[in-house]
């Protein structure tokens, strides 16, 4: 990836700040949660549901949703201690990183997520309201983050409050998860949840023309131990270290973008300067794009105060040119239990450049059929060879895929063959069949559980470079930030850059 000189000291990195398991309520434990989230994942945060100051008590209808609440607090305040021991146990500074956090919620303000950098001196805070919440973590004796999350609820039915909100402790928000997408109240992942739609009032976009200055992140808020399930949201993040401090340092400068699956690496400057910050008045502002994404992208957009100012078409290639991209995805079917699924993959005639797992786990919300959390383990053998275990079930609806897969970059050409055994059936398919759609296979007869090998992805449509100059009058404070479709309906969405007005 050839980023603008504002990332060349910096790398990037995949998380999920925000999941759950059985700390509170929820399903599987924080070890299969800490196993799942390195299957694909860089760091992690496992949060507890800790504290709803003004739960509603006065409907008689609401008491069972009371009870599930209460007693999940009591059990997060019952082993917090014990978790915060298992936290910095399982932080690998340079391998894999982990922060505590708990989940604050609030019908008035909004729910906010509490993190701290460490584990030691980390407590509950059981606030009344969000400014009590806000002294308590600035007396905190270590550094501790407020991320406000779906808040694109109506305000007083825990969306967001914006007159509320302060970017001092949060300097970032929570834009995306399995509640929806809220960037805006229009376009894709609408909010489907109980608790409501999605309303403008509590938007991104809403937020900053208000004035407020925050960047985006996106978490999966899953409930059954599968930090970064695919589909559901994981963040990017530039540092310029796999550490706490330095991923720290990283959300407090807002380097951090929102993305639902695909690990789409976006690097986006204004005037050299990197995503999350704030430069100095300009009337010209240089601005460089670079995306790599997992599949073939559809569309860049660069938004200028919340409007698209210019928006970049990838088209297909007609020369067909690697590396190529290939997703191999299993499941389907409609068998009641899971499918157990042993897959080995050889490349001939190719390299493996890359592996991308796209794993999702049980459904994030529901209760799960068996205990079996954390089925799935990858290895990448070799640059000709990679191997996964894993299960499936039947997807869940028209909308809401079960599947399990890889996302495999090979350089190779059309005869390079991916050969495939499949729960002990040989499969092979040269990258030339897959050059203009999928192939599928199947384990057996009607409505057995199927794989299939996804088109193959030439580099010209999943790296995209460009320049463009705009100019603004500078009189105020200006934002600019950057969202990426690709065709498979993945996206991604940078955190804003700021202008700052001239002073007259």
């Given at each position: 990836?050839?980023?603008?000189?504002?990332?060349?000291?910096?790398?990037?990195?995949?998380?999920?700040l925000?999941?759950?398991?059985?700390?509170?309520?929820?399903?599987?434990?924080?070890?299969?949660?800490?196993?799942?989230?390195?299957l694909?994942?860089?760091?992690?945060?496992?949060?507890?549901?800790?504290?709803?100051?003004?739960?509603?008590?006065?409907?008689?209808?609401?008491?069972?949703?009371?009870?599930?609440?209460?007693?999940?607090?009591?059990?997060?305040?019952a082993?917090?201690?014990?978790?915060?021991?298992?936290?910095?146990?399982?932080?690998?500074?340079?391998?894999?990183?982990?922060?505590?956090s708990?989940?604050?919620?609030?019908?008035?303000?909004?729910?906010?997520?509490?993190?701290?950098?460490?584990?030691?001196?980390?407590?509950?805070?059981?606030?009344?309201?969000?400014?009590t919440?806000?002294?308590?973590?600035?007396?905190?004796?270590?550094?501790?983050?407020?991320?406000?999350?779906?808040?694109?609820?109506?305000?007083g039915?825990?969306?967001?409050?914006?007159?509320?909100?302060s970017?001092?402790?949060?300097?970032l928000?929570?834009?995306?998860?399995?509640?929806?997408?809220?960037?805006?109240?229009?376009?894709?992942?609408?909010?489907?949840?109980?608790?409501?739609?999605?309303?403008?009032?509590?938007?991104?976009?809403?937020?900053?023309?208000?004035?407020?200055?925050?960047?985006v992140?996106?978490?999966?808020?899953?409930?059954?131990?599968?930090?970064?399930?695919?589909?559901?949201?994981?963040?990017g993040?530039?540092?310029?270290?796999?550490?706490?401090?330095?991923?720290?340092?990283?959300?407090v400068q807002?380097?951090?973008?929102?993305?639902?699956?695909?690990?789409?690496?976006?690097?986006?400057?204004?005037?050299?300067?990197?995503?999350?910050?704030?430069?100095?008045?300009?009337?010209?502002?240089?601005?460089?794009?670079?995306?790599?994404?997992?599949?073939?992208?559809?569309?860049?957009?660069?938004?200028?105060?919340?409007?698209?100012?210019?928006?970049?078409?990838?088209?297909?290639?007609?020369?067909?040119?690697?590396?190529?991209?290939?997703?191999?995805?299993?499941?389907?079917?409609?068998?009641?239990?899971?499918?157990?699924?042993?897959?080995?993959?050889?490349?001939?005639?190719?390299?493996?450049?890359?592996?991308?797992?796209?794993?999702?786990?049980?459904?994030?919300?529901?209760?799960?059929?068996?205990?079996?959390?954390?089925?799935?383990?990858?290895?990448?053998?070799?640059?000709?060879?990679?191997?996964?275990?894993?299960?499936?079930?039947?997807?869940?609806?028209?909308?809401?895929?079960?599947?399990?897969?890889?996302?495999?970059?090979?350089?190779?050409?059309?005869?390079?063959?991916?050969?495939?055994?499949?729960?002990?059936?040989?499969?092979?398919?040269?990258?030339?069949?897959?050059?203009?759609?999928?192939?599928?296979?199947?384990?057996?007869?009607?409505?057995?559980?199927?794989?299939?090998?996804?088109?193959?992805?030439?580099?010209?449509?999943?790296?995209?470079?460009?320049?463009?100059?705009?100019?603004?009058?500078?009189?105020?404070?200006?934002?600019?930030?950057?969202?990426?479709?690709?065709?498979?309906?993945?996206?991604?969405?940078?955190?804003?850059?700021?202008?700052?007005?001239?002073?007259?």
């Open positions: 990836m050839a980023s603008p000189n504002a990332y060349q000291p910096l790398g990037l990195y995949f998380g999920d925000h999941n759950h398991c059985n700390l509170s309520y929820g399903h599987g434990s924080f070890d299969d949660a800490l196993r799942n989230a390195r694909q994942l860089d760091f992690a945060s496992v949060t507890v549901h800790a504290v709803w100051h003004d739960l509603p008590t006065d409907d008689p209808a609401l008491d069972y949703l009371v009870a599930y609440h209460r007693d999940g607090f009591a059990k997060a305040k082993n917090w201690n014990a978790h915060l021991d298992l936290i910095d146990a399982r932080n690998e500074e340079g391998r894999f990183v982990t922060f505590p708990f989940e604050w919620h609030s019908s008035a303000y909004g729910d906010y997520c509490v993190y701290y950098k460490q584990a030691t001196g980390a407590a509950i805070i059981d606030a009344p309201d969000l400014m919440l806000r002294q308590t973590v600035q007396r905190s004796p270590i550094p501790a983050l407020l991320i406000p999350h779906h808040i694109g609820y109506q305000r039915w825990r969306g967001i409050n914006w007159q509320a909100f970017s001092e402790l949060s300097p928000v929570e834009i995306f998860s399995f509640h929806g997408l809220s960037e805006s109240s229009e376009g894709p992942y609408p909010y489907l949840h109980s608790m409501g739609p999605r309303d403008e009032r509590g938007t991104a976009q809403y937020g900053w023309a208000l004035g407020h200055i925050f960047g992140v996106a978490s999966t808020d899953h409930h059954n131990a599968f930090p970064g399930s695919y589909g559901y949201g994981r963040l993040v530039w540092a310029s270290a796999l550490t706490r401090d330095a991923l720290w340092d990283a959300f807002r380097r951090t973008y929102a993305l639902t699956g695909d690990r789409i690496e976006l690097a986006f400057a204004l005037n050299e300067q990197p995503l999350g910050a704030m430069c100095p008045p300009a009337v010209e502002r240089f601005i460089q794009v670079d995306v790599r994404g997992g599949d073939s992208i559809d569309y860049v957009e660069v938004l200028y105060n919340n409007h698209v100012i210019h928006r970049e078409n990838v088209f297909a290639q007609t020369i067909w040119r690697a590396p190529f991209k290939v997703y191999i995805e299993l499941g389907w079917g409609e068998r009641p239990t899971p499918t157990p699924w042993e897959v080995d993959l050889r490349v001939a005639g190719g390299v493996v450049r890359s592996v991308e797992p796209r794993l999702r786990g049980y459904a994030p919300t529901g209760t799960p059929t068996d205990d079996n959390f954390s089925p799935s383990h990858w290895q990448q053998v070799d640059d000709h060879h990679v191997r996964l275990h894993t299960q499936t079930r039947p997807n869940l609806s028209l909308r809401a895929a079960a599947t399990e897969g890889l996302g495999l970059e090979i350089e190779g050409d059309e005869q390079t063959q991916i050969v495939a055994t499949l729960n002990g059936q040989l499969v092979t398919i040269p990258l030339g069949e897959l050059k203009t759609g999928a192939r599928t296979f199947y384990l057996g007869g009607f409505v057995s559980p199927a794989v299939c090998f996804h088109r193959a992805v030439p580099v010209a449509e999943y790296a995209h470079h460009f320049a463009l100059l705009h100019r603004g009058d500078a009189r105020a404070r200006d934002w600019y930030y950057v969202r990426v479709r690709q065709r498979n309906d993945q996206w991604a969405w940078s955190s804003p850059i700021w202008v700052a007005p001239r002073i007259s």
